[in-house]
């Protein structure tokens, strides 16, 4: 990578989407700093052959997101894409819900992308940015199962149209994508392998999406990344508040029932 190559951030990146999102932003040509709890050995050293530079960082906390964001501006004083990947799930009705889960859920998934994005848009003037959220289809309709993680992503989703409104005058634009059912993720693997029966679980995670089901298949952490690769890049310079669902439509609403064909 060249001296002059773009830099960006990458929150939650030491696995599924926001792994495979800084993989493939470093692949084309971007300096990727990501920020995590921990790195699997493994990722390591594919991320040290990428040029990849990890930071130990709990988007909870300002003074960790300060030393994130510093680190990737500090060969230019300039951010130039912001992925805000991190989160957490919370599958509970909201009469079991503890405050100390309402503020993890909240503070990791709403919080921290209030957090890197007071601190990264100072790096991304005068020339502009962009900045991607990563929400989830919880947060273009309510889930039953899940509703203070439904708000936090909604809550989420808001704050990218505000965003989005408050900064064009700066060039920076400012983007969700929406995903679900994604495989391979910490979250998802997680669910599953606590579920009673696994298989079945996971099978309804496909069911519950109208193309995830007709596929038979979740929907992959790739191909989340390569929307956020192409909000990230010139191609979408006109591009900012949007909501992208990448769902299989799931968020779309009733979705027929499936007969033999």
């Known amino acids: 990578m060249g001296a002059n190559s773009k830099s960006a951030v990458v929150t939650g990146g030491a696995s599924g989407i926001g792994?495979?999102?800084?993989?493939?932003?470093?692949?084309?040509?971007y300096r990727v700093w990501v920020g995590d709890l921990q790195m699997r050995d493994e990722t390591g050293s594919l991320f040290d052959e990428l040029?990849?530079?990890?930071?130990?960082?709990?988007?909870?906390?300002?003074?960790?997101?300060?030393?994130?964001?510093?680190?990737?501006?500090?060969?230019?004083?300039?951010?130039?894409?912001?992925?805000?990947?991190?989160?957490?799930?919370?599958?509970?009705p909201i009469?079991?819900?503890?405050?100390?889960?309402?503020?993890?859920?909240?503070?990791?998934?709403?919080?921290?992308?209030?957090l890197t994005s007071k601190h990264a848009i100072p790096h991304m003037l005068p020339q502009g940015g962009s900045i991607v959220n990563v929400a989830s289809n919880a947060g273009l309709l309510p889930r039953?199962?899940?509703?203070?993680?439904?708000?936090?992503k909604a809550a989420?989703?808001?704050?990218?149209?505000?965003?989005?409104?408050?900064?064009?005058?700066?060039?920076?634009?400012?983007?969700?994508?929406?995903?679900?059912p994604v495989g391979d993720t910490g979250m998802i693997n997680a669910d599953?392998?606590?579920?009673?029966?696994?298989?079945?679980?996971?099978?309804?995670?496909?069911?519950?999406?109208?193309?995830a089901r007709?596929?038979?298949?979740?929907?992959?952490?790739?191909?989340?990344?390569?929307t956020v690769l192409y909000l990230a890049s010139e191609s979408s310079q006109m591009i900012t508040g949007t909501a992208i669902a990448i769902d299989g439509?799931?968020?779309l609403g009733v979705p027929p029932i499936a007969t033999a064909r």
């Open 214 to 226: 007709a596929s038979q298949r979740m929907i992959s952490p790739q191909e989340i990344a390569e």
């Open 19 to 29: 792994q495979a999102t800084a993989i493939l932003l470093a692949q084309n040509g």
């Open 192 to 211: 599953i392998a606590a579920a009673e029966d696994p298989a079945a679980f996971r099978q309804a995670l496909i069911d519950a999406s109208p193309l």
């Open 144 to 152: 039953a199962h899940d509703p203070v993680y439904s708000i936090s």
């Open 95 to 114: 009469t079991e819900v503890a405050a100390a889960e309402w503020d993890l859920c909240l503070d990791t998934n709403l919080k921290a992308a209030f």
């Open 156 to 180: 989420l989703v808001a704050l990218t149209k505000s965003l989005a409104l408050c900064h064009s005058v700066d060039k920076i634009r400012v983007n969700c994508v929406c995903p679900g």
């Open 51 to 92: 040029g990849i530079q990890f930071r130990r960082c709990d988007v909870r906390y300002e003074e960790q997101v300060v030393d994130l964001i510093a680190n990737a501006a500090r060969p230019n004083g300039h951010v130039d894409v912001l992925v805000n990947n991190a989160g957490v799930g919370l599958v509970k």
């Open 249 to 251: 439509g799931k968020s």
